[in-house]
């Protein structure tokens, strides 16, 4: 079966981050206040959606097991579906200090005010393009979490894919492990002045 989904624009544009992007956006992100910094981590760390992680209570958030717990969007009506996601203790911290209610969304601001955001901090950090947006981040987790080799039914669970065929695209991906893999070829050394 073949899949519509694919990490790469119909022109080829790369619609992830690469790892250095999302240095620069983290570190972006690292100048703007707590609520703002926090909702990036969430995206970048975890790969969820940008509504996803909009819908993050205090409830969600689980010190003792170092999860975050989301509703999966893009269900079946009527279905609810909860996911968890394991996220570093400072991240769990800072999402707990951004609220005192339980059950009230930690971030205040609708999902064009983070959208807005993410695009700025994404300028500011120099990135343009398919991949400056939200969803670049949640394509950057997928693709770093195939590179590291999360197995792919961890993967689709984290991401909250239906189908394990969704989460295959992020071995799409091009980037340094397979410019290793295909140095294995025994390219030849290229000297300055010397044929090939």
């Not at 209610?101 to 700025?120: Q, Y």
Request: charged residues 25%; contains cysteine.
């Amino acid at each position: 079966m073949q899949t519509t989904h694919s990490i790469y624009t119909t022109t080829g544009e790369r619609k992830y981050l690469t790892v250095n992007e999302r240095e620069r956006f983290i570190a972006e992100a690292m100048k703007a206040d707590l609520p703002t910094l926090a909702l990036c981590l969430l995206l970048c760390l975890t790969g969820c959606r940008i509504s996803e992680a909009l819908g993050v209570m205090p409830i969600h958030v689980e010190t003792g097991e170092g999860v975050v717990r989301f509703r999966t969007l893009k269900r079946r009506k009527g279905r609810v579906e909860w996911r968890h996601v394991p996220i570093p203790l400072k991240l769990i911290g800072l999402l707990q200090s951004l609220s005192n209610e339980p059950e009230t969304p930690i971030f205040d601001f609708s999902r064009t005010t983070a959208w807005r955001r993410i695009k700025k901090l994404m300028l500011d950090a120099g990135i343009e393009g398919a991949q400056a947006t939200a969803k670049g981040a949640r394509h950057y987790f997928g693709v770093h979490a195939d590179a590291k080799g999360i197995p792919q039914p961890v993967l689709q669970r984290w991401m909250g894919h239906t189908k394990l065929e969704t989460t295959a695209i992020y071995r799409q991906a091009v980037g340094t492990e397979e410019q290793q893999l295909a140095e294995r070829l025994c390219w030849v050394e290229i000297n300055a002045g010397e044929p090939i």
